[in-house]
């Protein structure tokens, strides 16, 4: 069972197709250089296809094999369902990785490891129905945590999700939207800014507007980050001291 295409999910796609023009715009190459790039060009397209045929349809496929597809940088998401007699824990249902340009990396739904008393469908979008072709926790466990190995985590509160997975990851080595100095002095008073309101505010995209889907809010969360890269870099390498 699927989600059908994201209306916001086209308007992110724009922009990230925008950006490339730009960056690509920016660097004049040799006539050699200009015909490797369009071979390159050529292959990425076809995987941005690819990775619109699989938003189209929620795909859980793994496509982590490739990996050309992975790189330096992550952008995880997660769902979560209710447990408990109220349905107030927090249990993951599904988690969500994306690369530096979107592609999705690794998504699946994970059976809970606790009895569900609340699916949340309204906002988590998972229904019991796809808990049938889930994976169990340790298998998602195992997955994100290898292809987390020395790379950068993006993410939004992204420790949140890293504990509904009971793994940790180096400090140095996380980029996380929800403690950026500057998104929180700028949107949000000093406190806590929503992925929903750094995506309207920083890409003048509304997402998060009936059911999530873990994989257009990492994209999201890693398009925000990009737009804010040099800042974050910069913050990182003063002494922890001097950073306000």
């Known amino acids: ?103 999705t990396v690794y998504d699946t739904f994970v059976h809970p490891t606790e009895k569900v008393t609340d699916w949340r469908t309204h906002v988590s979008g998972v229904t019991p129905a796809h808990m049938k072709n889930a994976v169990s926790f340790k298998e998602a466990q195992k997955k994100v945590s290898d292809l987390l190995d020395g790379r950068i985590l993006v993410g939004h509160d992204v420790g949140h999700d890293l504990d509904a997975l009971m793994l940790s990851h180096p400090r140095f080595m996380i980029r996380d939207t929800a403690k950026h100095t500057p998104f929180r002095k700028k949107y949000a008073a000093g406190k806590t800014p929503s992925l929903k309101k750094l995506s309207k505010e920083i890409l003048g995209v509304e997402i998060q507007l009936g059911q999530h889907s873990s994989v257009e809010d990492a994209r999201a969360t890693m398009m925000i980050y990009k737009s804010a890269k040099a800042e974050f870099e910069t913050i990182l390498r003063k002494p922890r001291q001097t950073r306000k």
């Open 1 to 103: 069972m699927g989600f059908s295409l994201s209306s916001n999910w086209k308007q992110l796609q724009r922009k990230q197709k925008a950006e490339t023009k730009g960056i690509a715009k920016k660097r004049p190459r040799s006539a050699a250089a200009i015909t490797s790039k369009s071979v390159k060009a050529s292959v990425s397209d076809k995987e941005s296809d690819v990775s619109l045929k699989l938003t189209i349809t929620e795909s859980t496929k793994d496509i982590s094999h490739r990996k050309k597809e992975v790189g330096k940088y992550l952008a995880m998401d997660c769902e979560f369902v209710g447990a408990g007699e109220q349905g107030e824990s927090s249990i993951l249902a599904r988690v969500s990785l994306v690369n530096y340009h979107g592609i």
